[in-house]
Protein backbone atom coordinates (compact mmCIF):
# COMPACT_ATOMS: atom_id res chain seq x y z
CA UNK A 1 0.00 0.00 0.00
CA UNK A 2 1.46 3.18 -0.90
CA UNK A 3 2.46 6.05 2.12
CA UNK A 4 0.57 8.76 3.11
CA UNK A 5 2.40 11.69 3.96
CA UNK A 6 1.15 15.10 5.36
CA UNK A 7 2.73 17.86 4.38
CA UNK A 8 2.01 21.50 6.71
CA UNK A 9 3.71 24.06 4.83
CA UNK A 10 4.17 22.15 1.84
CA UNK A 11 4.24 25.46 -0.24
CA UNK A 12 7.86 26.43 1.46
CA UNK A 13 11.59 26.12 0.56
CA UNK A 14 11.48 22.25 1.76
CA UNK A 15 8.12 21.47 1.37
CA UNK A 16 7.24 22.55 -2.47
CA UNK A 17 10.97 20.59 -3.26
CA UNK A 18 10.09 17.78 -1.13
CA UNK A 19 6.34 17.64 -2.96
CA UNK A 20 8.39 17.24 -6.38
CA UNK A 21 10.48 15.19 -5.55
CA UNK A 22 8.01 12.63 -3.79
CA UNK A 23 5.39 13.26 -7.53
CA UNK A 24 8.57 12.51 -9.62
CA UNK A 25 9.83 9.08 -7.64
CA UNK A 26 7.41 7.65 -5.35
CA UNK A 27 3.84 5.81 -5.64
CA UNK A 28 2.88 7.89 -2.31
CA UNK A 29 -0.10 10.10 -1.59
CA UNK A 30 0.41 13.72 -0.46
CA UNK A 31 -1.47 15.76 1.58
CA UNK A 32 -0.37 19.29 1.93
CA UNK A 33 -1.68 22.42 4.09
CA UNK A 34 0.09 26.38 3.13
CA UNK A 35 -1.02 30.24 3.16
CA UNK A 36 -0.04 29.99 -0.54
CA UNK A 37 0.35 27.81 -3.46
CA UNK A 38 2.61 30.01 -5.29
CA UNK A 39 5.72 27.36 -5.50
CA UNK A 40 3.33 24.30 -5.94
CA UNK A 41 1.08 25.66 -8.85
CA UNK A 42 2.36 22.94 -11.87
CA UNK A 43 1.24 20.36 -9.12
CA UNK A 44 -2.09 21.79 -7.64
CA UNK A 45 -4.17 19.43 -9.57
CA UNK A 46 -1.94 16.03 -9.67
CA UNK A 47 -4.08 13.12 -8.86
CA UNK A 48 -1.71 12.10 -5.76
CA UNK A 49 -1.82 15.57 -4.09
CA UNK A 50 -4.85 16.87 -2.15
CA UNK A 51 -4.35 20.34 -1.06
CA UNK A 52 -5.66 22.37 1.20
CA UNK A 53 -5.23 26.41 1.28
CA UNK A 54 -5.36 27.85 5.09
CA UNK A 55 -3.58 28.79 8.16
CA UNK A 56 -2.14 26.20 10.61
CA UNK A 57 -3.84 27.84 13.44
CA UNK A 58 -7.40 28.04 12.15
CA UNK A 59 -7.48 24.82 10.22
CA UNK A 60 -6.48 22.70 13.59
CA UNK A 61 -9.43 20.65 13.04
CA UNK A 62 -8.99 19.73 9.46
CA UNK A 63 -5.27 19.09 10.35
CA UNK A 64 -6.31 16.29 12.98
CA UNK A 65 -8.85 14.69 10.51
CA UNK A 66 -5.53 14.34 8.17
CA UNK A 67 -3.24 12.79 11.30
CA UNK A 68 -6.11 10.30 12.23
CA UNK A 69 -5.45 8.84 7.82
CA UNK A 70 -2.29 9.28 7.47
CA UNK A 71 1.16 6.96 7.70
CA UNK A 72 3.61 9.84 8.57
CA UNK A 73 3.08 13.66 9.53
CA UNK A 74 5.99 16.12 8.36
CA UNK A 75 5.52 19.93 10.07
CA UNK A 76 7.57 22.42 8.11
CA UNK A 77 5.46 25.28 9.15
CA UNK A 78 8.39 27.96 10.35
CA UNK A 79 9.63 31.17 9.96
CA UNK A 80 13.62 30.03 9.58
CA UNK A 81 14.90 34.20 8.90
CA UNK A 82 18.03 35.27 11.58
CA UNK A 83 16.82 38.78 11.25
CA UNK A 84 12.90 37.58 12.51
CA UNK A 85 14.65 35.87 15.50
CA UNK A 86 15.75 39.38 16.41
CA UNK A 87 13.23 41.76 15.07
CA UNK A 88 10.17 39.09 16.03
CA UNK A 89 11.28 36.71 18.93
CA UNK A 90 7.53 36.22 20.38
CA UNK A 91 6.11 35.22 16.94
CA UNK A 92 8.77 32.48 16.21
CA UNK A 93 7.85 31.03 19.32
CA UNK A 94 4.17 31.45 18.92
CA UNK A 95 4.24 30.16 15.46
CA UNK A 96 7.49 27.60 15.40
CA UNK A 97 7.65 26.56 19.07
CA UNK A 98 3.54 27.01 20.18
CA UNK A 99 1.89 25.57 16.80
CA UNK A 100 4.28 23.36 16.15
CA UNK A 101 4.11 21.71 20.17
CA UNK A 102 0.14 21.46 19.10
CA UNK A 103 0.89 18.82 15.79
CA UNK A 104 3.44 16.67 17.89
CA UNK A 105 0.51 16.18 20.25
CA UNK A 106 -1.74 15.22 17.67
CA UNK A 107 0.96 12.79 16.38
CA UNK A 108 1.25 11.39 20.18
CA UNK A 109 -2.95 11.08 20.45
CA UNK A 110 -3.15 9.30 17.22
CA UNK A 111 -0.16 7.42 17.29
CA UNK A 112 1.33 8.50 14.15
CA UNK A 113 4.80 8.77 12.86
CA UNK A 114 6.64 12.38 13.07
CA UNK A 115 9.11 13.15 10.65
CA UNK A 116 10.36 16.53 12.72
CA UNK A 117 12.59 19.52 11.35
CA UNK A 118 14.94 19.98 13.98
CA UNK A 119 18.04 22.69 12.61
CA UNK A 120 21.60 23.08 12.61
CA UNK A 121 21.04 26.60 14.49
CA UNK A 122 20.46 23.73 17.69
CA UNK A 123 24.20 23.97 17.67
CA UNK A 124 24.41 27.56 18.11
CA UNK A 125 28.25 28.80 18.86
CA UNK A 126 29.54 24.58 19.04
CA UNK A 127 33.30 24.75 18.84
CA UNK A 128 33.48 21.20 17.48
CA UNK A 129 35.17 20.63 14.28
CA UNK A 130 31.84 19.02 12.88
CA UNK A 131 28.73 19.09 15.00
CA UNK A 132 27.86 15.48 15.80
CA UNK A 133 23.74 14.59 16.87
CA UNK A 134 25.19 12.78 19.44
CA UNK A 135 27.86 14.57 21.24
CA UNK A 136 28.16 18.04 20.40
CA UNK A 137 27.05 20.18 23.41
CA UNK A 138 24.52 22.81 22.06
CA UNK A 139 25.79 26.40 22.80
CA UNK A 140 24.13 29.28 22.87
CA UNK A 141 24.01 33.24 23.88
CA UNK A 142 22.40 35.07 26.86
CA UNK A 143 18.42 36.15 27.15
CA UNK A 144 19.38 39.47 25.66
CA UNK A 145 20.24 37.95 22.14
CA UNK A 146 16.84 36.89 20.85
CA UNK A 147 18.95 35.32 17.92
CA UNK A 148 19.19 32.03 19.61
CA UNK A 149 14.95 31.91 20.50
CA UNK A 150 14.66 29.78 17.10
CA UNK A 151 17.24 27.49 18.29
CA UNK A 152 15.73 27.25 21.77
CA UNK A 153 12.35 26.59 20.91
CA UNK A 154 13.76 23.95 18.35
CA UNK A 155 16.39 22.58 20.80
CA UNK A 156 13.15 22.23 23.33
CA UNK A 157 10.54 20.48 20.79
CA UNK A 158 13.59 18.21 19.85
CA UNK A 159 13.81 17.29 23.52
CA UNK A 160 9.72 16.82 23.65
CA UNK A 161 10.01 14.47 21.26
CA UNK A 162 12.65 12.57 22.10
CA UNK A 163 11.32 12.08 25.43
CA UNK A 164 7.62 11.06 24.18
CA UNK A 165 9.77 8.90 22.15
CA UNK A 166 11.28 7.40 25.65
CA UNK A 167 7.94 7.29 26.52
CA UNK A 168 6.80 4.94 23.53
CA UNK A 169 4.30 7.42 22.99
CA UNK A 170 5.68 8.11 19.65
CA UNK A 171 7.75 7.30 16.24
CA UNK A 172 10.01 10.08 15.11
CA UNK A 173 12.68 11.04 13.16
CA UNK A 174 14.47 14.28 13.85
CA UNK A 175 16.29 15.97 10.71
CA UNK A 176 18.73 18.86 10.77
CA UNK A 177 18.97 20.88 8.01
CA UNK A 178 22.31 22.33 7.44
CA UNK A 179 22.33 25.72 5.17
CA UNK A 180 20.48 24.09 2.38
CA UNK A 181 20.25 26.00 -1.25
CA UNK A 182 18.20 26.03 -4.15
CA UNK A 183 15.88 28.58 -6.19
CA UNK A 184 12.91 28.74 -4.11
CA UNK A 185 14.86 29.14 -0.72
CA UNK A 186 14.00 33.13 -0.59
CA UNK A 187 12.80 35.54 -3.15
CA UNK A 188 16.17 37.54 -4.15
CA UNK A 189 14.13 40.42 -5.63
CA UNK A 190 12.27 41.11 -2.24
CA UNK A 191 14.75 43.94 -1.23
CA UNK A 192 14.00 44.47 2.20
CA UNK A 193 17.69 43.78 4.24
CA UNK A 194 17.90 40.94 5.89
CA UNK A 195 14.52 39.11 4.63
CA UNK A 196 16.69 36.48 3.13
CA UNK A 197 19.31 34.12 3.90
CA UNK A 198 22.22 35.12 2.36
CA UNK A 199 22.49 33.31 -1.18
CA UNK A 200 19.54 34.99 -2.06
CA UNK A 201 20.30 37.73 0.05
CA UNK A 202 23.77 38.05 -2.70
CA UNK A 203 21.92 37.52 -5.75
CA UNK A 204 19.64 40.40 -4.79
CA UNK A 205 22.38 42.92 -3.75
CA UNK A 206 24.27 41.67 -6.97
CA UNK A 207 20.58 42.48 -9.43
CA UNK A 208 20.04 46.05 -8.24
CA UNK A 209 23.36 46.86 -7.75
CA UNK A 210 23.88 47.38 -4.52
CA UNK A 211 26.89 46.79 -2.47
CA UNK A 212 27.09 43.19 -0.62
CA UNK A 213 27.51 43.49 3.05
CA UNK A 214 29.63 41.24 4.35
CA UNK A 215 28.13 40.68 7.96
CA UNK A 216 31.75 41.50 10.47
CA UNK A 217 33.84 41.15 7.74
CA UNK A 218 32.40 37.80 6.27
CA UNK A 219 35.19 35.31 7.48
CA UNK A 220 32.28 33.32 9.39
CA UNK A 221 31.81 29.63 7.42
CA UNK A 222 28.98 27.80 6.32
CA UNK A 223 29.08 24.31 4.54
CA UNK A 224 26.29 25.02 2.23
CA UNK A 225 23.97 21.86 0.64
CA UNK A 226 22.19 21.76 -2.73
CA UNK A 227 18.20 21.13 -1.95
CA UNK A 228 17.90 18.28 -3.89
CA UNK A 229 20.65 16.08 -2.14
CA UNK A 230 18.99 17.40 0.85
CA UNK A 231 15.68 16.07 -0.08
CA UNK A 232 17.52 12.72 -1.42
CA UNK A 233 17.93 12.26 2.49
CA UNK A 234 15.23 13.18 3.80
CA UNK A 235 12.99 11.01 1.32
CA UNK A 236 15.06 7.60 2.72
CA UNK A 237 14.07 9.10 6.01
CA UNK A 238 10.21 9.30 5.23
CA UNK A 239 10.29 6.34 3.51
CA UNK A 240 12.21 4.40 6.44
CA UNK A 241 13.21 0.91 4.95
CA UNK A 242 13.70 -1.24 7.97
CA UNK A 243 13.33 1.15 9.90
CA UNK A 244 16.56 2.63 9.32
CA UNK A 245 15.32 6.28 10.38
CA UNK A 246 13.25 4.97 13.30
CA UNK A 247 14.01 7.28 16.89
CA UNK A 248 16.79 8.45 15.28
CA UNK A 249 18.50 12.37 14.62
CA UNK A 250 19.99 13.24 11.43
CA UNK A 251 22.36 16.32 10.00
CA UNK A 252 21.56 16.25 7.00
CA UNK A 253 24.34 18.91 4.87
CA UNK A 254 27.47 18.91 2.99
CA UNK A 255 30.70 19.22 4.35
CA UNK A 256 32.96 19.15 1.26
CA UNK A 257 30.90 22.46 0.54
CA UNK A 258 32.39 24.61 3.65
CA UNK A 259 33.04 28.26 2.58
CA UNK A 260 33.42 31.63 4.30
CA UNK A 261 30.35 34.21 3.61
CA UNK A 262 33.52 35.82 1.76
CA UNK A 263 34.10 33.68 -0.78
CA UNK A 264 30.70 32.97 -1.26
CA UNK A 265 30.20 36.28 -2.54
CA UNK A 266 33.15 36.34 -4.31
CA UNK A 267 31.77 32.67 -6.65
CA UNK A 268 28.50 34.59 -6.83
CA UNK A 269 30.27 37.63 -8.30
CA UNK A 270 32.48 34.94 -10.45
CA UNK A 271 29.52 33.35 -11.67
CA UNK A 272 27.36 35.46 -12.51
CA UNK A 273 29.75 37.32 -14.82
CA UNK A 274 29.13 34.21 -17.16
CA UNK A 275 25.62 35.54 -17.93
CA UNK A 276 25.95 37.87 -20.65
CA UNK A 277 23.48 40.27 -20.19
CA UNK A 278 23.91 40.56 -15.96
CA UNK A 279 28.09 40.56 -16.32
CA UNK A 280 28.21 44.15 -15.96
CA UNK A 281 26.23 44.36 -12.53
CA UNK A 282 28.84 41.95 -11.25
CA UNK A 283 31.76 43.95 -12.05
CA UNK A 284 29.86 47.23 -9.98
CA UNK A 285 29.29 45.55 -7.12
CA UNK A 286 31.64 46.57 -3.98
CA UNK A 287 32.12 43.81 -0.74
CA UNK A 288 31.63 46.20 2.36
CA UNK A 289 32.34 45.13 6.03
CA UNK A 290 29.45 45.80 7.91
CA UNK A 291 28.99 45.23 12.11
CA UNK A 292 26.36 42.61 12.88
CA UNK A 293 24.91 45.36 15.66
CA UNK A 294 24.01 47.82 12.23
CA UNK A 295 22.70 44.91 10.64
CA UNK A 296 20.64 43.02 12.57
CA UNK A 297 20.41 44.83 15.60
CA UNK A 298 21.75 44.52 18.97
CA UNK A 299 20.17 41.12 19.63
CA UNK A 300 22.41 39.19 17.34
CA UNK A 301 25.13 37.02 17.65
CA UNK A 302 26.89 34.79 14.89
CA UNK A 303 27.85 31.20 14.17
CA UNK A 304 31.45 31.36 13.45
CA UNK A 305 31.84 28.06 12.04
CA UNK A 306 29.57 25.31 10.99
CA UNK A 307 30.07 21.81 9.91
CA UNK A 308 27.88 19.38 10.10
CA UNK A 309 28.86 15.23 10.67
CA UNK A 310 27.13 13.39 8.21
CA UNK A 311 28.17 10.24 9.29
CA UNK A 312 25.04 8.78 10.67
CA UNK A 313 23.51 9.89 7.77
CA UNK A 314 25.64 7.59 5.69
CA UNK A 315 26.12 4.82 7.60
CA UNK A 316 22.13 4.34 8.72
CA UNK A 317 20.51 5.93 5.57
CA UNK A 318 23.36 4.71 2.59
CA UNK A 319 22.92 8.37 1.47
CA UNK A 320 25.72 10.43 0.65
CA UNK A 321 25.42 14.29 -0.57
CA UNK A 322 26.61 14.80 -4.49
CA UNK A 323 26.00 18.41 -5.67
CA UNK A 324 28.94 20.75 -5.32
CA UNK A 325 28.43 24.61 -4.50
CA UNK A 326 29.29 25.44 -7.81
CA UNK A 327 26.58 23.86 -9.64
CA UNK A 328 24.58 24.71 -6.85
CA UNK A 329 25.33 28.21 -7.19
CA UNK A 330 24.54 28.16 -10.90
CA UNK A 331 20.90 26.07 -10.34
CA UNK A 332 20.13 29.14 -8.49
CA UNK A 333 21.57 31.52 -11.06
CA UNK A 334 19.94 29.96 -13.99
CA UNK A 335 16.35 29.86 -12.14
CA UNK A 336 16.41 33.81 -11.75
CA UNK A 337 18.52 34.74 -14.25
CA UNK A 338 17.66 32.85 -17.62
CA UNK A 339 13.85 32.37 -17.12
C1 LIG B 1 20.26 29.94 8.96
C2 LIG B 1 18.85 30.16 9.45
O1 LIG B 1 18.78 30.35 10.81
C3 LIG B 1 17.95 29.05 9.10
O2 LIG B 1 17.48 29.24 7.80
C4 LIG B 1 18.46 27.67 9.21
O3 LIG B 1 17.93 26.97 10.29
C5 LIG B 1 19.95 27.54 9.25
O4 LIG B 1 20.73 28.66 9.10
C6 LIG B 1 20.37 26.57 8.18
O5 LIG B 1 19.93 26.71 7.04
O6 LIG B 1 21.19 25.72 8.47
P1 LIG B 1 22.44 31.36 9.01
O7 LIG B 1 23.30 30.37 8.33
O8 LIG B 1 23.15 32.21 10.02
O9 LIG B 1 21.19 30.71 9.73
O10 LIG B 1 21.67 32.28 7.97
P2 LIG B 1 21.98 33.25 6.77
O11 LIG B 1 20.99 34.35 6.86
O12 LIG B 1 21.97 32.48 5.50
O13 LIG B 1 23.43 33.87 7.07
C7 LIG B 1 24.61 33.17 6.84
C8 LIG B 1 25.77 34.09 7.20
O14 LIG B 1 25.85 35.15 6.25
C9 LIG B 1 25.67 34.76 8.58
O15 LIG B 1 26.92 34.75 9.19
C10 LIG B 1 25.26 36.19 8.26
O16 LIG B 1 25.72 37.12 9.23
C11 LIG B 1 25.93 36.40 6.92
N1 LIG B 1 25.28 37.43 6.06
C12 LIG B 1 23.96 37.36 5.78
C13 LIG B 1 26.05 38.46 5.53
O17 LIG B 1 27.29 38.53 5.75
N2 LIG B 1 25.45 39.41 4.74
C14 LIG B 1 24.12 39.37 4.45
O18 LIG B 1 23.64 40.26 3.71
C15 LIG B 1 23.36 38.32 4.98
Not at 210 to 229: H, K, P, T, Y
Request: hydrophobic share 40%; aromatic share 10%.
Amino acid sequence: MSLKVLILGINGFIGSSLLEHCLEKTDWQLIGLDLSENKISEFIKHPRLTFKKGDLNHEIVWIEQQIQHCDVVIPLVAIATPASYVKNPLGIFELDFEANLKIIRLCVKHQKRIVFPSTSEVYGMCTDEAFDEETSNFVLGPINKPRWIYSCSKQLLDRVIHAYGLANELRYTLFRPFNWLGPKLDDPHNPKPGSSRVVSQFIGNILRGEAIQLVNGGQQRRSFIDIDDGIGCLLKIIANKNGCAEQAIFNIGNPANDVSIRELAELLLELIKTYAYYANYATQVELQTINSDNYYGKGYQDVERRMPSIKRAQQQLDWQPRIDIKTSLKKILDFYLLN
